[in-house]
């Protein structure tokens, strides 16, 4: 279970606000109402995702107290917890893109298949264009054709194109490229590395219990954020120990805090910590 907790724990957070949005348009429940969009708690605290309230806000559009007070809350908590967090932790298409990642991992695509280059920095170009679009067009662009908005639509009125929305997704991962609809396309996730860029919950690794087995470069959705392992094949050992010598920590905006790399690592030198205590000087070699 160890290998797990993390995955365990995302999986439970994830269903768990899915039956809470259901509940609350099936059965009236109040405990969450509305979507990942815009939500309330209770009936009291509001929340928006301040993707949506960018895109509102240059259509040229008026926005309530409520909605710029629920952006605020939702921009604070992911930028202590990383901002990130919310694609891994609550965003329903991570289930299938994990599924995806999973599979592919299993079947070896990524051994056979010649590697389909994408920048990382599309999913950043492709946020600033939906926002251009949706001042040119007077709507939210991005949220006419977002999946999210889609699977949370299709498990209460019926899947219908959301379904073949998410079918594609999940084609695209698999056969494509790895992890490519959360790691270069979506502008959603864009937004939240740059949330996330100075939270203060971080991913550490200690140098001094690394072995190199790679296994959480193996597992991780952004293998970037893990510079401080060494993913270049050395072939001394002698080398490879000493590019991996540091004590660093993931300071990068785009890690997910999905917490699979500390699952997978046996000699527990990886794990969450606080930002302050992340400036740790180099081992000495």
Known sequence: MKNYRYLILRRLTQITLL????????WGWKMLQGNLSTSSVLGVI?????????????????????ILLGALIVTLFYGVLGGRAFCSWVCPINIITDTAAWLRRALKFSEVQ?????SR??????????????????????????????????LIFGMGMGGGALIVIFLFDLLVHENGWCG?????????????????IRVSHDANKCTDCRSCITVCPEKEVL???????????????MINRSSESVLMG????????????????????????????????
């Open 19 to 26: 039956v809470l949005y259901v509940g609350a348009n099936v």
């Open 46 to 66: 509001p929340l928006s995702d301040p993707y949506a309230v960018m895109q509102i806000a240059v259509t040229g559009a008026s926005l309530g107290m409520d």
């Open 114 to 118: 010649k590697r389909f280059y994408m």
């Open 121 to 154: 920095s599309l999913r950043y170009w492709i946020l600033g264009l939906s926002l251009i679009l949706s001042a040119l067009m007077g709507v939210a662009a991005f949220e006419l054709i977002s999946p999210i908005s889609m699977a949370h639509r299709g």
């Open 184 to 200: 270069y396309v979506c502008p959603l996730g864009a937004t939240y590395s740059l949330i996330g860029k100075f939270s203060l």
């Open 227 to 241: 510079h401080m392992i060494c993913i270049t094949v050395c072939p001394e050992k002698e080398v490879l120990h």
């Open 254 to 285: 785009e890690c997910t805090n999905c917490g699979r790399c500390v699952d997978v690592c046996q000699e527990d030198a990886l794990g969450f910590s606080i930002r302050s205590q992340l400036k740790q000087p180099k081992d000495e070699e």
